[in-house]
């Protein structure tokens, strides 16, 4: 039994199961940059882009579940201030998970421009 594999085959001519092992192994490559890579990469540019959009008084919530209303922006660190007694909680940018305000001003514009434009071809029977 030949434990090297299909390296030792008739004819001696292995460059065809070569090419096709290496392409093999380019898809397997290029499956996995577009599945987790590639996703992964354009999630983190979005959430440092919503890290350095924050503004004084937007309401954010933190990685630990804190919400808060930002009070002030000093390089790296953050003031909120959280609950109705006001309690003020300096944290990291890195530690915040969304931007609240962001994330609920636009869904109220895009129902009313999308309802302008859902007529469609059945949209005369929607009313």
Same mark, same amino acid.
């Given at each position: 039994?030949?434990?090297?594999?299909?390296?030792?085959?008739?004819?001696?001519?292995?460059?065809?199961?070569?090419? $096709?092992?290496?392409? !093999?192994?380019? *898809?397997? /490559?290029? +499956?996995?940059?577009? /599945? !987790?890579?590639?996703?992964?990469?354009?999630?983190?540019?979005? @959430? @440092?882009?919503?890290? =350095?959009?924050?503004?004084?008084?937007?309401?954010?919530?933190?990685?630990?579940?804190?919400?808060? #209303? +930002? *009070?002030?922006? &000093?390089?790296?660190?953050? *003031?909120? @201030?959280?609950?109705?007694?006001? =309690?003020? *909680?300096?944290? &990291?940018?890195?530690?915040?998970?969304?931007? @609240?305000? #962001?994330?609920?001003?636009?869904? $109220?514009?895009?129902?009313?421009?999308?309802?302008?434009?859902?007529?469609?071809?059945?949209?005369?029977?929607?009313?």
């Amino acid at each position: 039994m030949n434990l090297i594999g299909f390296s030792a085959g008739a004819g001696g001519n292995n460059s065809g199961s070569m090419i $096709t092992m290496i392409l !093999l192994y380019g *898809v397997i /490559i290029a +499956v996995f940059y577009f /599945i !987790l890579i590639r996703p992964q990469s354009k999630q983190k540019k979005k @959430e @440092e882009e919503m890290r =350095n959009t924050l503004e004084v008084g937007d309401t954010i919530v933190t990685i630990g579940g804190i919400i808060g #209303r +930002v *009070v002030s922006i &000093k390089d790296d660190d953050i *003031v909120i @201030e959280t609950g109705a007694d006001r =309690n003020k *909680v300096k944290i &990291k940018k890195w530690a915040i998970g969304s931007n @609240e305000t #962001r994330r609920t001003a636009p869904k $109220t514009e895009d129902k009313k421009d999308n309802a302008k434009e859902k007529k469609g071809l059945f949209g005369f029977l929607k009313k």
